[in-house]
């Protein structure tokens, strides 16, 4: 039985082969089936690049805001340090001015050209 079922498939995939409008079909749907494959591929390579874009393009703004952000802290640095220059702007002045006020002082005694301290200048 096995026997006479293989002989009958290949007498009929002889016959098949000898009439070639039966195979056209056969081919073209190869044909179509390999195309579908093609398109499949090239669907699945597409989304691979985009992945790949899309994680270059982020790995890359991750980047540009680290800069951005340590720009804008350096920025927040220089300025708290204009500050302080600022509010110690003063101080330096004052001293300043002290040294101008006893530089130019007419009271002040400089370098022992009277008695000691308290007894008249003469």
């Known amino acids: ?21 039966l195979l056209q079909p056969l081919a073209e749907l190869v044909q179509l089936l390999f195309l579908f494959a093609q398109l499949a591929q ?13 994680l270059a393009l982020g790995l890359g703004h991750l980047a540009l805001d680290l800069a951005v952000d ?24 004052i001293d300043r001015l002290e040294d101008l006020l006893l530089l130019f002082d007419g009271d002040v005694d400089v370098g022992g050209e009277s008695g000691p301290p308290g007894a008249p200048a003469g």
């Not at 039985?1 to 409008?21: K, Y």
């Not at 500050?83 to 110690?88: G, R, T, V, Y």
């Open 70 to 93: 340590l720009r804008a802290e350096l920025e927040d640095l220089a300025l708290a340090v204009e500050q302080l220059e600022d509010e110690l702007h003063p101080v330096f002045e």
């Open 42 to 54: 090239l669907f699945l390579d597409g989304l691979e690049l985009l992945a790949q874009v899309v």
């Open 1 to 21: 039985m096995l026997l006479s079922r293989l002989s009958s498939l290949l007498a009929d995939l002889l016959h098949i082969r000898r009439q070639p409008d």
